[in-house]
């Protein structure tokens, strides 16, 4: 998709390209229909376009901008060689939004533009979290260096155009280097992608942030050292703008990727256009939005969040042992306040995700049993995203581990939060990697989705919309290796896109194994499919599901922390427990922690 000015004399080039990484055979990750959007190409492209638009290169030059995603769309080397060369190789290829795990995709691509004599520029988590937390020399910066490709650490408002200029001018500055100087976000270009780009991934949605900056500090986390920790913020009219820019291209499906927008000071007056948009100009949003486990003690904030047009809300739960929280400095969740807050969304028909993090220091194969048995009784969560506790550069934890010279994988590439990178002191890299594909398994089993598809009946979720999500979410790690965030409809791969340090396989070889896969795969997709879909009419006929009953969506009592799992099971739980009552004992003059 390209912005056009006709009237220019030159044309500058500005290839905006999102990296996918390579799976466990060395080939590039890429669908037919990929499963979300990219935010980070998204804010880009909006930016440039804005750029573009006020002719930031001067009024003789016309800026012409690619959008390519690789999860979803091969990258054309030879024909955006092509492209370049028709003229006259005025422009610049943005590698854009590279995390870790893309990091070394991220420089395969680049090595072709770079032979060329094009200029190249990075920017994302890898590059601005490894200036933010390290010396800058480490984690594979100095491959930049050496192929001499611009980097970018920071947020592109307010700076693309500089790089633009320095582009265009042949004087592409090695670092761009902004994450003292983090800008605010209201007012400015607002996220954007073509519905072209959009249509190439599943179910037609797009992204947007409403906010960036998170004021916990949760060891694991990178989005605190690269976003910061003092929260910024878009308006209601920002949002306002991008939805009708949106659904004047017929997109009304959004993913606020905020990391926690219910600590978004504005979220009120952003839910009030929000719902205004839907109930008075028949906007019919549908929303998914990422949330804190205190959310529901925010008056109003869940009724509002069903009336905006949240369908699905993703909670960071990470774990139920009080002693793992601890450990990650995850304090603010409270595992007392767990059930509560699920069953308020529960009570709006709004659909439940959890990320659910493997491998605190605590944590064992039995303990990770244990605990999703208890969350399966327990809590009334629809789905669960299990991820391997990562070092990721740019957190608190890799941070430590690198100062301490503690090992750590030198394969950039597994950094996807579902390989073990690095020791646990109870349990072996294979034990660890083990109860990770274990996990999925145990909590997609056939017996616990007929349990969450009653639950849904009995709370209003909508079945077909959670029969796509659970089919999703039960194959896709068993069925493909990757995690279902990583997934989409039909995989596609080419004996090309294999890491160059990896032999290229024989045609011959590859196809026909490629297309036994394939029929495989689909066939075993095909039978969860009709297997949920069968289970899902006849609970929904079932007279007795509406009134579905189990421990999980039992109201919250006033002595279950005596009886429940959730709170005698781990040493953690009993703390937790006791210093709830203590704190009411203390402000109320009562024991009860209710």
């Not at 690269?226 to 920002?238: E, L, T």
């Not at 066939?523 to 297997?531: P, V």
């Amino acid at each position: 998709m390209s912005h056009v000015l006709e009237a220019a004399r030159r044309r500058f080039q500005l290839i905006l390209i999102k990296p996918s990484h390579y799976d466990d055979d060395g080939y590039v990750i890429r669908w037919w229909r990929a499963m979300i959007p990219s935010n980070s190409l998204a804010a880009l492209y909006g930016i440039a376009v804005e750029c573009a638009e006020r002719q930031v290169l001067g009024p003789d030059t016309a800026i012409d901008i690619t959008v390519i995603d690789e999860t979803n769309t091969r990258i054309d080397v030879a024909g955006l060689l092509a492209q370049f060369k028709r003229h006259d190789n005025f422009g610049m290829i943005s590698l854009v939004g590279v995390q870790t795990n893309q990091y070394p995709r991220a420089l395969d691509i680049a090595r072709p533009f770079r032979e060329a004599g094009l200029p190249v520029s990075i920017g994302g988590f890898h590059v601005s979290g490894c200036l933010s937390m390290l010396d800058g020399q480490a984690v594979g910066l100095d491959a930049c260096r050496d192929m001499g490709i611009s980097m970018f650490a920071g947020e592109a408002e307010g700076r693309l155009e500089m790089v633009l200029r320095d582009a265009a001018a042949g004087e592409l500055k090695p670092l761009y280097n902004f994450m003292n100087d983090l800008p605010g976000i209201g007012g400015t270009p607002v996220p954007f992608l073509p519905k072209d780009n959009i249509q190439r991934t599943l179910g037609l949605s797009t992204s947007f942030d409403a906010g960036r900056g998170c004021p916990y500090q949760c060891s694991f986390c990178t989005i605190i050292n690269v976003q910061g920790r003092k929260s910024r913020f878009r308006s209601a009219d920002d949002v306002e703008k991008l939805v009708r820019m949106n659904w004047a291209q017929g997109i009304h499906k959004f993913f606020i990727t905020d990391d926690n927008f219910a600590r978004n000071k504005d979220w009120e007056a952003i839910f009030d256009r929000l719902i205004e948009l839907k109930e008075r100009d028949g906007i019919p949003l549908g929303l998914m939005i990422q949330v804190d486990t205190l959310c529901h003690k925010i008056p109003n904030f869940i009724e509002k969040s069903r009336r905006a047009g949240v369908t699905r809300v993703f909670i960071g739960l990470e774990n139920v042992n009080p002693d793992n929280l601890t450990a990650a400095k995850k304090n603010q969740n409270k595992i007392t306040e767990y059930r509560k807050m699920l069953l308020a969304w529960k009570a709006q028909g709004i659909m439940t995700l959890a990320g659910y993090i493997l491998g605190f220091p605590a944590d064992t194969p039995e303990s990770i049993r244990r605990d999703i048995a208890i969350i399966q009784d327990e809590l009334p969560l629809d789905v669960i995203e299990f991820f391997i506790l990562t070092p990721l550069p740019g957190s608190e934890d890799h941070q430590v581990l690198w100062k301490k010279g503690i090992e750590m994988d030198a394969d950039l590439n597994i950094y996807d939060v579902e390989h073990v990178c690095t020791a646990h002191p109870k349990m072996s890299k294979q034990e660890w990697e083990d109860i990770y594909h274990e996990a999925w398994a145990l909590y997609y089993s056939p017996k616990h989705m007929k349990t969450l598809l009653r639950r849904a009946v009995a709370t209003g979720v909508p079945l077909a919309r959670l029969v796509k999500v659970l089919v999703s979410f039960a194959t896709t790690v068993p069925l493909e290796n990757v995690h279902p965030l990583q997934s989409g409809l039909l995989r596609l791969k080419t004996p090309a896109e294999r890491r160059p340090d990896l032999p290229r396989e024989n045609p011959l070889v590859f196809w026909p194994r490629f297309a036994w896969e394939t029929f495989r795969k689909h066939a075993s997709l095909a039978g969860t499919i009709i297997g949920l879909t069968i289970s899902a009419f006849l609970i929904s006929r079932d007279a007795k599901s509406k009134t579905y009953m189990d421990q999980a969506l039992t109201p919250v009592a006033d002595d279950e922390e005596e009886t429940l799992s959730l709170f005698t099971k781990t040493a953690g739980g009993t703390a937790a427990v006791n210093h709830i009552r203590k704190v009411a004992e203390l402000t109320h003059g009562r024991s009860a922690a209710h």
